[in-house]
């Protein structure tokens, strides 16, 4: 199990994990005023997939123009079809929200993972989260086809089986990952984020290699919770230094007036 180390309460952010066995980039995050941009890319991309300005506190690694639209390109053209066939890597990481909900519709009994764990530490509080990558390529590609029949399919799982609203098609739509939504996942996320990245139907984040390979897949709405508990973590932590700071100017006035 690892441990992200969330340092909010001095007034810094610090996200490490240290597991060599991933290999895709892991953070290492301090204090960034504004965020900060890695890697050469214009942004002349069409417009619902440029990049955001960054929060406070951010790393994220651009990567060229010409990959993120090819990649985009490639995932609009997979889910556009029934049956698709878009490029997995070798590794493909089912982050919390998404492993979250393969286990609850029983999909995680029919393929084979490893499974671990990481935990967040802020202050007093700690959130323990749950993912998993596939063993093989074929365990790989059943994964993500039971995200993508939900993507497609939006009532797949909760409307009756075979059922016209089973199978209706829903509308789709990708875009980057806006800067609210990066507020939201740094505090939660192990990795930078990392081009080519992509928000499908205000739901889905998927996270592509430079071959663009899909990597990681994750649901954003299921850190929103965590979220708000961390907001009022760090809230607390602001009325306590604003307390301690008043105080202590009274006691420094004090002192002076009983010279």
Same mark, same amino acid.
Request: glycine residues 6%; hydrophobic residues 35%; without cysteine.
């Given at each position: 199990?690892? &441990?992200?180390?969330i #340092?909010?309460?001095?007034?810094?952010?610090?996200?490490f994990?240290?597991c060599?066995?991933?290999?895709?980039e892991?953070?290492? %995050?301090?204090?960034?005023?504004?965020?900060e /941009?890695?890697?050469?890319?214009?942004?002349?991309? $069409?417009e619902?997939?440029?990049?955001?300005? +960054?929060?406070?506190?951010?790393?994220?690694?651009?990567?060229?123009?010409? #990959?993120?639209?090819a990649?985009?390109?490639k995932?609009?053209?997979?889910?556009?079809v029934?049956? =698709?066939?878009?490029?997995?890597?070798d /590794?493909?990481?089912?982050?919390?929200?998404t492993?979250?909900?393969?286990?609850?519709?029983?999909?995680?009994?029919?393929?084979?993972?490893?499974?671990?764990?990481? &935990?967040? *530490?802020?202050?007093?509080?700690?959130?323990?989260?749950?993912?998993?990558? $596939?063993? &093989?390529?074929k365990?790989a590609?059943?994964?993500?086809?039971?995200?993508?029949?939900?993507?497609? %399919?939006p009532a797949?799982?909760?409307?009756?089986?075979?059922?016209?609203e089973?199978n209706?098609v829903?509308?789709?739509?990708i875009?980057?990952?806006?800067?609210?939504?990066m507020? &939201?996942?740094?505090?939660?996320? $192990?990795?930078?984020?990392?081009?080519?990245?992509?928000?499908?139907?205000?739901?889905y984040?998927? =996270?592509?290699?430079?071959?663009g390979? #899909?990597?990681?897949?994750?649901?954003?709405?299921? /850190? +929103?919770? /965590?979220? *708000?508990k961390m907001k009022?973590?760090?809230?607390?932590y602001?009325?306590?230094?604003?307390?301690?700071?008043q105080?202590?100017?009274?006691?420094?006035?004090?002192?002076?007036?009983?010279?």
């Open positions: 199990m690892k &441990t992200l180390k #340092l909010a309460i001095i007034g810094a952010t610090s996200l994990v240290g060599a066995s991933m290999p895709r892991l953070s290492d %995050h301090k204090e960034i005023p504004g965020g /941009y890695t890697g050469e890319a214009q942004n002349n991309r $069409p619902e997939i440029k990049y955001q300005k +960054l929060p406070d506190n951010m790393q994220y690694v651009r990567a060229s123009d010409s #990959l993120v639209i990649t985009y390109n995932l609009k053209e997979d889910l556009s029934e049956e =698709g066939n878009l490029p997995i890597a /590794y493909l990481f089912l982050m919390p929200g492993w979250e909900k393969i286990s609850s519709t029983g999909q995680n009994e029919n393929f084979n993972k490893r499974k671990n764990t990481y &935990t967040v *530490e802020a202050g007093p509080e700690k959130f323990k989260f749950k993912y998993a990558i $596939p063993k &093989t390529d365990s590609r059943h994964a993500w086809e039971g995200v993508r029949k939900e993507i497609r %399919h797949f799982y909760t409307a009756p089986d075979g059922s016209e089973a209706a829903g509308e789709i739509s875009r980057a990952i806006s800067t609210e939504e507020a &939201t996942i740094v505090w939660f996320s $192990p990795f930078k984020m990392v081009e080519p990245l992509f928000i499908v139907n205000n739901t984040m998927l =996270g592509f290699n430079k071959k390979q #899909l990597e990681v897949i994750d649901e954003l709405p299921y /850190y +929103l919770p /965590y979220a *708000e009022a973590i760090i809230a607390d602001e009325r306590q230094k604003q307390e301690y700071e105080k202590k100017k009274e006691y420094e006035e004090a002192k002076r007036n009983s010279k």
